[in-house]
């Protein structure tokens, strides 16, 4: 469904009843404003403003092909080479190692386009914070914020 008001685009997309997980796309005169991804136990959120992406809940999705859409949302913004780019993660209760794998390939993309700084917020508050501090061997010049 898109609704489109005064150049204000949303749309809503229910992309597998079966993954149960909705994206939704705010855009403005075709420009990303906002995306967001929700699924039973997470949600994935892209505020350009702020450059953000914001993990909350809990992600124990399947298989890599259930990560689909949050890879597309990473990739859409990695592609757009903003100079920084937060990943907040103070939201995150629980991220499998397939999860872990996406933002391990999403970090090995930013710091292969050189093009924008990485900043993992909340890294310091996660129990696994351990494996995130091993992304630094994948992109020295990543940035952990509190």
């Known amino acids: 469904m898109t609704i489109n008001r005064y150049g204000l685009d949303l749309l809503l997309l ?13 855009s403005y005169n075709e420009r ?16 350009k403003e702020k450059e953000t992406i914001a ?17 597309k949302l990473l990739q859409t913004v990695a592609e ?24 391990s390939k999403f970090v090995i993309h930013i710091r292969d386009l050189k093009k924008s700084q990485l900043i993992i917020k909340g890294a310091n508050d996660l129990p696994w914070k351990n494996s995130l501090i ?13």
Do not use: C, W
């Open 55 to 71: 993990f909350q809940g809990i992600f124990r999705l399947l298989d890599m092909k259930a990560y689909d859409p949050i890879i």
């Open 32 to 47: 990303i404003i906002s995306m967001e991804i929700k699924g039973e136990q997470y949600i994935v959120t892209y505020d």
């Open 80 to 103: 757009r080479h903003p100079p920084l780019i937060y990943l907040d993660l103070k939201e995150l209760s629980f991220l499998n190692s397939s999860g872990f794998h996406v933002i």
């Open 14 to 26: 229910l992309i597998n009843r079966h993954m149960r997980f909705f994206v939704t796309i705010l």
């Open 134 to 146: 091993n992304l630094k061997r994948l992109m020295p010049e990543i940035i952990f914020e509190e």
